[in-house]
């Protein structure tokens, strides 16, 4: 039933023909909920494409012989196919295209850094400045095609013989569901344990409904199982599971246990009730609904006034996250300047749509409680930028004397997260960076544990949902190989 | 999964529970606790594990009917039904080793959580002393277990209605004042009691160990809501706790953040459930 949209009437090429690229014509916009609306509710902000509009945008790709969006794509995906089969009307073919590079299209096309990766290298921006292929729409158009209308059965298009080998994934974010659907996908048994009651990781735990409906994530996971994957919710490995019996059960280990572990900055009240982390507000909102004031019994603070600390992808999420909460004021507060600022573009021009107020090259100092230890303002200091620090971005230096107050009743700490050290410290000889950040060999993904591999934040340190489902793919391939290798070959990090 | 097993009213709002656990009943050790969710879009909740068996992959829970979740619990779940989650073990288990006499402590709730760790005291040769307390002799539950798991058991409660009159920390006193040598006390039960009990030991010099019960969501280091000052560092209860050398607690501050919710969790007892007189339980 997908294939039967009349490509014609949507743009006037017939099956065969050659089709004549718009790429002189501005990039379509995609539909968004109006401000007033969704500062009201938790659904998704960006409304996608319909076929009409994906279709349209798809016919301004040049489908260049040698595309730079490729090299760009973090997971290599054949770009200029994918869209070419999208102007076709091919739009489950497109995602089925796109699966064999990125096993998680849904998600990507919605959270990935596309402005920076992909579509910042379109050669379309050359002769038509700031009008790339809206690349990431179209995956989502795709991708979000085939798995309302078209759940196909994955496991026999996918199904190759059963190698017999048995592989345990540690964790169900991005990283793992990747290297477990490949690994499926190559015929080897996968167990993937997660520690919380659903699968998904950061997906479902970090990433707001707004941003990423959960329902689309649990479709991407079911495909994952519907190849054959075996998820076991409510395992914590080296709690509920032994680390050991994990190791002796299986012929590999892939670990994406994730990054996390919140960062605080140690000030004083940062104990307060009312100051968070940002990893406690979002698995509050996000994984236990705390939004759905009536039936979800985890309770979250309504702020009145929020003050979210840093500029990540994290704190448009929390800000955006307090402004629906029904807070009258929630400001971005930040040691650096705009420029410098990590977070996705979209997200940024959302958050000030929104009402969010940016409070620039500034830092708190402390917080201050209520006699009932409730946050009631923070301390903040102003900074000036100084010469580049190791990040290349110029380091913040505090300005004496310019300390002030500003009142708020909620505080949401959003300055980064590291790996949770439960597997680590539970599996000696496991080596690892800053105590926590695991080492692993970049071009084979082992760790310095036999068996065992790594990939995703757990290697990194928090970054980006495409870095770690490309992790995930590339350990699926080294341990694809080690698993068929009768010497069991290992190359341990340096 | 996680079906329930058994069901007991132990006590007036006092519960205990067998569920349905396997690789958690294989894998518990004395001091550790695990995290109910009673439907999908339940809030997750930390409980002690008050006993294991592994032969059964069963876990057992005591639970006071205290906030929304754990009434929700105590009153709507029967036995032969399924809990939507149940995760752990979580925590560091008890430092257990041959100490010698070590006294053990638990108040009210806090006898339950008591009883793997005396069994495990016991075992590596200690001589366990275990002080139990009640408010009344009507609240009084599991008192004869945990006279097997211990050398000596005192009995206390509130009104003198069994055993001392009194409470935990007047029988400590009478045995620490009649010169007993002790190498090591834990303490289990209300926040009030725990800190009257660090309070009492300090200036005695005896190691003395608490286990904390702070709000959490996941329970494996996730979130930090648990945090509390200890020794002035911050600690997650979750993955560092939830035991801790009590002379190095922040009492003030963790009062502080156990009363986070309350606002929230009155307005959703009164919301969710015509019976009202839980609340009394909250008050405490």
């Given amino acids: ?494 | 999964m996680y079906t329930i097993t058994r069901k007991k009213v132990l006590a007036s709002g006092v519960i205990e529970m067998g569920i349905l656990a396997p690789r958690i009943a294989k894998a518990h050790k004395p001091g550790q606790f695990l995290m109910v969710m009673n439907r999908e879009e339940s809030e997750r909740i930390p409980l002690t594990i008050a006993d294991s068996d592994p032969a059964k992959g069963e876990v057992t829970i005591v639970f006071l009917e205290v906030g929304r979740s754990t009434i929700e619990l105590g009153e709507d779940f029967k036995e032969g039904d399924s809990l939507f989650a149940v995760v752990g073990p979580l925590g560091t288990p008890t430092h257990i080793e041959p100490f010698g006499t070590v006294v053990v402590m638990g108040g009210g709730l806090g006898v339950a959580p008591i009883y793997p760790i005396c069994k495990g005291l016991k075992a590596a040769g200690n001589t366990v002393v275990t002080i139990i307390g009640y408010r009344r002799k009507d609240l009084m539950f599991w008192h004869d277990k945990l006279a097997g798991a211990s050398t000596e058991t005192i009995v206390t409660t509130d009104d003198g209605s069994f055993g001392t009159k009194g409470f935990v920390t007047d029988a400590l006193k009478t045995i620490h004042d009649g010169g007993r040598a002790i190498d090591r006390i834990i303490a289990i039960g209300p926040p009030v009691m725990m800190r009257a009990v660090s309070n009492l030991t300090q200036p005695w010099g005896i190691p003395t160990w608490v286990s904390l019960n702070t709000i959490m969501v996941d329970g494996t280091g996730m979130c930090g809501g648990c945090r509390v000052e200890i020794g002035k560092e911050s600690k997650f209860v979750c993955v560092d706790g939830p035991d801790f050398d009590a002379h190095l607690v922040n009492w003030d501050e963790m009062f502080a953040r156990m009363k986070v919710y309350t606002a929230e969790e009155r307005a959703a007892i009164l919301a969710n459930h015509e019976c009202k007189l839980h609340l009394d339980n909250i008050k405490r």
């Fill in chain 1, 1 to 494: 039933m997908s294939e039967t949209i009349d490509i014609a009437a949507l743009n006037g090429v017939k099956e065969g023909e050659k089709k004549r690229p718009r790429s002189k014509e501005k990039r379509l916009e995609i539909a968004c909920q109006t401000v007033e609306a969704r500062v009201r509710n938790y659904d998704e902000v960006a409304l996608g494409y319909g076929p009409a509009e994906a279709v349209a945008e798809s016919m301004r790709c040049l489908e260049c012989p040698k595309p730079r969006c490729v090299v760009a794509c973090p997971v290599h995906i054949d770009i200029p196919t994918f869209i070419g089969l999208i102007s076709r009307g091919k739009f489950s073919q497109a995602a089925e295209d796109i699966r064999q590079y990125n096993n998680l299209p849904s998600v990507c096309g919605r959270v990935c850094p596309q402005e920076n990766l992909c579509e910042a290298a379109c050669i379309v921006n050359d002769t038509n400045p700031k009008n790339p292929i809206a690349i990431g729409r179209l995956e989502r158009f795709a991708s979000d095609w085939q798995l309302t209308h078209d759940v196909r059965d994955a496991a026999s298009v996918h199904k190759r013989p059963a190698t017999g080998f048995k592989i345990a994934v540690i964790g169900s974010g991005p990283a793992g569901l990747s290297c477990s659907a490949d690994l499926a996908k190559m015929g080897h048994s996968v167990d993937l344990f997660e520690a919380l009651h659903k699968p998904g990781g950061v997906l479902m735990y970090g990433i707001p409904e707004f941003r990423l409906p959960k329902a689309i994530v649990q479709k991407e996971i079911e495909y994952v199982k519907a190849l054959g994957v075996t998820m076991e919710c409510n395992v914590v490995v080296g709690r509920t599971l032994p680390v050991k019996e994990v190791l002796d059960s299986y012929d590999a280990v892939f670990v994406a246990s994730g990054a996390g572990f919140p960062n605080m900055m140690n000030i004083p009240g940062e104990n307060l009730n009312g100051v968070y982390s940002a990893n406690e507000f979002l698995t509050r909102v996000n994984l236990m609904k705390a939004w759905k004031n009536d039936s979800a019994g985890t309770p979250i603070r309504k702020p009145r006034k929020a003050v979210v600390v840093g500029a990540g992808f994290t704190a448009f999420d929390v800000v955006r996250i307090a402004l629906r909460l029904g807070a009258e004021e929630a400001s971005i507060v930040y040691r650096r300047s705009r420029e410098e600022m990590p977070g996705r573009g979209e997200e940024i021009e959302h958050s000030l749509e929104e009402g969010a107020k940016f409070v620039l090259l500034t830092n708190p100092v402390k917080y201050l409680g209520d006699e009932n230890g409730f946050v009631r303002g923070v301390v903040v200091q102003k900074m000036d930028l100084g010469e580049p620090d190791s990040s290349g971005r110029r380091r913040p230096v505090p300005i004496k004397g310019s300390e002030y107050e500003i009142e708020c009743d909620l505080v949401v700490v959003a300055i980064g997260q590291t790996p949770n050290v439960l597997i680590p410290s539970n599996l000696p000889g496991l080596a690892t960076r800053w105590g926590s950040v695991i080492k692993v060999n970049r071009e084979s993904y082992m760790t310095t544990v036999p068996k065992v591999f790594a990939g995703g934040d757990a290697i990194t340190g928090a970054a980006t949902v495409i870095l770690a489902t490309r992790a995930g793919r590339e350990a699926a391939r080294s341990m694809d190989a080690y698993v068929r290798d009768p010497a069991r070959t290992w190359n341990p990090p340096a």
